[in-house]
């Protein structure tokens, strides 16, 4: 295996690469329409149902709800409250009435009104109507004859949930990575198709050669817009080299993967199915991290979920080597597998 | 041009071309609308969810189950609770011990173990903790010591999810065949030199892009009419559905058809389609998204084919709601012709 003609190869593939407009002006653009995706999405969580409190006589209970999840501001009038849930402010408007303790005291009923905005859920309408139901049991004094004790799973997030786009942030990385792999499996199919690689393999070019240059190439593509996008959305704040070390196996990853739908496929369109169905397997993992608790362990046979868990886990929760260690030896073991299975079905497809 | 040529070039198209352009254009469409459905239609539920593992044969499971507001799901141990748990599949799992239901009936304290998925929000924490303690007063036979009136204010109704996505599994359907299959028809051609051969017979450079462009627009047209009717949105004012997915599915194709004349290669186009593509789907984001005023959608093309779509399938809409959209879609249409035979004409490459 000669270095130079490697390098040169190399060379030659990046400069066909940014020679074209199309991939040097599309390229960045892509990277940017994603960024802008990223970036419009929300920054926070709400984890707070507002509702809206009219209460001319305040009951001792009712005082007491500002728990954490309910967030009850007090409206001075019953018309400013319905306003008030007209305009969205509130999710749900209480109407305590005026009688309210009396009616307690000589054990009937009050009455009370609660206003929802008109997009408010059936489930949300449900909960709030248990919750002022709850807080009249508390007021009249009927105690509950259970007592909850709680105990808290997992890293408790309570005040610092992290929002949708960060846990986005793996799938983005997968699909940038992907795209760069299909455009890789089909230069390497195109010149299957046009027997450029018979070409060059009659030069000095070793087929070990051919396959480091394109492997090169590939992982250096992938990887350096992944990693870019990651710098921009704050993936790298917490733990830059993880990230960089998990990014790079994964490009090496998705570079096995371009080599067997280069392999597989019989022209350039063919690798577009391949892909197509490479990138939905590959992005099943990232779509756990999405809505944890939806996917189960099956989802570890999938390699990209080594890298989809080593993301997530050490950009959202700050995760050391220690913790993602065993995750990083496994997405290796992957690529390994992968790319010499890659390069071994080619190999057979040049010959 | 010669209508019959034309079509005995579409009927090779259809049996003799490639077969993993007409699988991508089916399949693929499919496939997402099928992801996006149970990605996103089912999990964006801001439901909160409940686990509960039943030592006896407690009441409070069934009464919870009959809860719309809340998504209750039962498991056998405690280790599995505390797994699923962990996993954020439920945000709490709770224990009822044996006899539960007569501890409660008889007002005898009993303790009941909550475990919390940590990630889970505050307001299903609550809420979960609020709903247990209702259910066990029902449980236990008191009566609800309040008479709520429920009043619901304003005019604009809660659209779900799932209602919410048809607008980009619609375009995804239509626009995603309608194009590649043109352009990656045409690309497949230059590249193999086969559209040259053909042109020195009679055969016109317009007839070939007209076969192109009716085979996009014929499969779009279908795969749009097929994601209509499984996602239950086919049943009003058909007609006028077909009319606006065959001016979306004509758009498509021209715009595959420009796409395929001014691209080189399948990369080129695939490069093209990461920022195009998000372009073309933008307007299914402010359907996504009722916080986005509805203007910027105008701004893209296939806003004037998803407004009608949803217009006539959700809220049921007629002619008169969707004219100005129609009108303008055509409109288009024209437009990207017009476009079209100038790409042809500019790039040189044919005799057109």
């Known amino acids: 295996m000669n270095l130079r003609t490697i390098v040169a190869l190399v060379r030659k593939d990046f400069s066909l690469f940014f020679r074209n407009r199309f991939f040097a002006i599309m390229t960045p653009l892509g990277i940017i329409a994603y960024l802008i995706i990223y970036f419009v999405m929300p920054s926070s969580v709400n984890e707070s149902l507002e509702i809206g409190l009219y209460a001319p006589v305040m009951p001792p209970a009712f005082e007491q709800i500002q728990d954490e999840g309910l967030e009850i501001e007090l409206v001075e009038s019953e018309e400013a409250l319905r306003e008030a849930v007209t305009e969205g402010q509130y999710m749900a408007g209480i109407a305590l009435p005026a009688d309210i303790m009396e009616k307690f005291l000589s054990g009937q009923k009050p009455h009370i009104n609660v206003y929802f905005a008109a997009d408010t859920s059936e489930e949300v309408e449900d909960v709030i109507e248990v919750l002022i139901t709850e807080l009249a049991y508390l007021q009249v004094g009927e105690p509950l004859a259970i007592e909850v004790s709680e105990e808290v799973l997992g890293p408790d997030m309570l005040g610092m949930q992290i929002p949708l786009r960060d846990r986005l942030r793996p799938l983005f990385a997968i699909f940038l990575l992907m795209v760069e792999t299909i455009g890789l499996a089909s230069l390497i199919s195109e010149e299957v198709e046009r027997r450029t690689i018979q070409a060059l393999l009659v030069t000095p070019m070793t087929m070990a050669g051919l396959f480091t240059a394109k492997g090169i190439t590939g992982v250096s593509l992938a990887f350096g817009q992944a990693a870019l996008f990651m710098a921009i959305v704050g993936g790298m704040s917490d733990q830059p080299l993880i990230i960089l070390v998990a990014l790079l196996l994964g490009a090496a990853l998705v570079t096995g993967v371009g080599f067997l739908m280069a392999s597989l496929a019989r022209d350039v369109m063919s690798v577009m199915i391949w892909g197509f169905v490479a990138l939905i397997i590959l992005l099943i993992p990232s779509f756990g991290v999405m809505f944890p608790g939806t996917i189960t362990g099956w989802v570890k046979a999938i390699p990209s979920y080594y890298l989809v868990d080593t993301v997530h886990q050490a950009a959202n929760f700050g995760a050391g080597w220690g913790d993602v260690w065993l995750n990083l030896m496994v997405l290796l073991g992957f690529v390994l597998v992968i790319v010499w299975a890659g390069v071994m079905v080619l190999r057979r497809r040049f010959r | ?352």
């Open chain 2, 1 to 352: 041009m010669s209508l019959r040529r034309v079509g005995i070039l579409l009927v090779k198209e259809f049996f003799k071309g490639p077969k993993s352009f007409i699988i991508w254009a089916i399949v693929a469409p499919l496939v997402i609308s099928l992801v996006v459905s149970l990605v996103f239609g089912t999990l964006f539920s801001e439901k909160p969810k409940l686990g509960i593992v039943d030592e006896g044969s407690s009441q409070l499971v069934t009464m919870s189950r009959e809860l719309t507001s809340i998504v209750t799901k039962e498991y056998d141990t405690v280790s599995e609770i505390k797994q699923v748990v962990e996993s954020g599949a439920v945000d709490m799992g709770i224990v009822l011990p044996e006899g539960f239901d007569g501890f409660v009936i008889q007002g005898e304290e009993t303790e009941i173990t909550a475990y919390i998925w940590g990630e889970s929000l505050a307001k299903q924490r609550t809420i979960l903790l609020v709903t247990i303690a209702n259910l066990v007063r029902e449980l236990a036979g008191q009566e609800a010591p309040v008479e709520i009136e429920s009043i619901t204010l304003g005019a604009e109704v809660s659209i779900p999810w799932n209602d919410r996505l048809l607008p980009l599994i619609v375009l995804v359907a239509v626009f995603f065949g309608g194009i590649f299959l043109p352009s990656t028809s045409v690309i497949n051609e230059k590249a193999k030199k086969t559209l040259e051969a053909l042109v020195v017979t009679p055969t016109t450079v317009g007839d070939v892009f007209l076969a192109k462009g009716l085979l996009g627009i014929i499969l779009s047209l279908f795969m749009g009419m097929v994601i209509l009717v499984l996602n239950q949105a086919f049943g009003a004012e058909p007609a006028l559905l077909v009319l606006v997915l065959a001016l979306a599915a004509i758009m498509a194709a021209e715009i595959g058809l420009i796409l395929g004349a001014l691209m080189r290669d399948i990369t080129s186009l695939f490069t093209v389609w990461k920022l195009g593509g998000i372009l073309l789907f933008a307007p299914a984001f402010i359907y996504l998204f009722p916080q986005i005023p509805e203007w910027i959608g105008r701004i893209f093309p296939t806003y004037y084919f998803i407004q009608p779509i949803v217009q006539i399938s959700q809220r049921a809409g007629a002619w008169p709601d969707i004219a100005t959209s129609v009108f303008i879609l055509i409109a288009l249409d024209l437009i990207l012709v017009g476009v079209l035979i100038f790409t042809l004409k500019r790039t040189g490459q044919y005799k057109v």
